[in-house]
């Protein structure tokens, strides 16, 4: 498992050790969102030449430099690691910092699977949901998955 973080570097338009045909990319949300998006990378990449990349964006405010903002985005692409490491599936990470998450879109390539997981909301579209859409608007082909509340959710 790697961690590749570009800091204010140009985006990266494929992580490094690329040699796969195909990549499945997981954007980070909330732990269990991200579990169960890697989950479903996991099933998609099944049997295929695939590798599955973590897309961990890390938002600095405008008013922090992107420098000092490096290492806890590093923590953070650790901690999702973890999630990784603990479900059993081979990643690759790669963290970035931006200045918004819409920029986070620019480090995938233009024919990325994209999946993310969230709760949803259950009469509006929750802030992941949102994201997805905003996505698959921009041209990606982006994939809501669906994390259950849990009991009477």
């Avoid at 997981?26 to 579990?35: M, S």
């Avoid at 996991?42 to 961990?56: E, F, P, S, W």
């Amino acid at each position: 498992m790697g961690i590749n973080t570009p800091a204010s570097a140009a985006p990266s338009r494929a992580p490094a050790g690329s040699d796969a045909a195909l990549a499945v990319y997981v954007l980070a949300t909330t732990p269990i969102g991200t579990q169960a998006a890697l989950l479903a990378a996991a099933d998609y990449a099944a049997g295929l030449d695939a590798r599955i990349v973590l897309l961990c964006p890390h938002v600095v405010s405008f008013a922090a430099s992107m420098e000092d903002s490096a290492t806890p985005a590093l923590r953070e692409a650790e901690r999702l690691g973890q999630i990784a490491r603990g479900i059993d599936v081979r990643v690759d990470i790669l963290s970035v910092l931006c200045r918004t998450e819409g920029d986070a879109a620019a480090h995938l390539p233009a024919d990325a699977l994209i999946l993310a997981g969230g709760t949803g909301g259950r009469f509006w579209p929750g802030a992941v949901e949102r994201r997805v859409t905003r996505l698959q608007r921009a041209g990606y082909q982006a994939i809501f998955i669906r994390v259950p509340l849990g009991p009477g959710g």
